[in-house]
Nanobody
């Protein structure tokens, strides 16, 4: 069983950048499609980005496309989310997730979740 631990969240001014990390334990890390979701206060959890098992394919929500980049380091069992040009509306708890199918944006499509890391963007 893979366990996921996010880090890298914090407080940043609008226009700034942050890089989130998701460290995965377990030997089956490479078997999963990895994704980032986010949940703002009072809102449902929403898809942000996903990366395929090989890392060759990525997929983004329209709201983050062009600003966020998802990547992975198989040797370190870690997935990253580089967030640039941050906006106050990006404020949310960001969750790392693992699933079996690419191009899936539904919460129920993912089997494993981290505990989340808070990102706050001030205006």
């Amino acid at each position: 069983q893979v366990q996921l631990v996010e880090s890298g969240g914090g407080l940043v001014q609008a226009g700034g950048s942050l890089r989130l990390s998701c460290a995965a334990s377990g030997r089956t890390f490479s078997s999963y499609v990895m994704a980032w979701f986010r949940q703002a206060p009072g809102k449902e959890r929403e898809f942000a980005a996903a990366i395929s098992r090989s890392g060759a394919n990525t997929y983004y929500a329209d709201s983050v496309k062009g600003r966020f980049t998802i990547s992975k380091d198989g040797a370190k069992n870690t997935v990253y989310l580089q967030m640039n040009s941050l906006k106050p509306e990006d404020t949310a708890v960001y969750y790392c997730a693992a699933g079996m199918k690419m191009f899936r944006i539904g919460v129920r499509e993912y089997d494993l979740w981290g505990q989340g890391t808070q990102v706050t963007v001030s205006s």
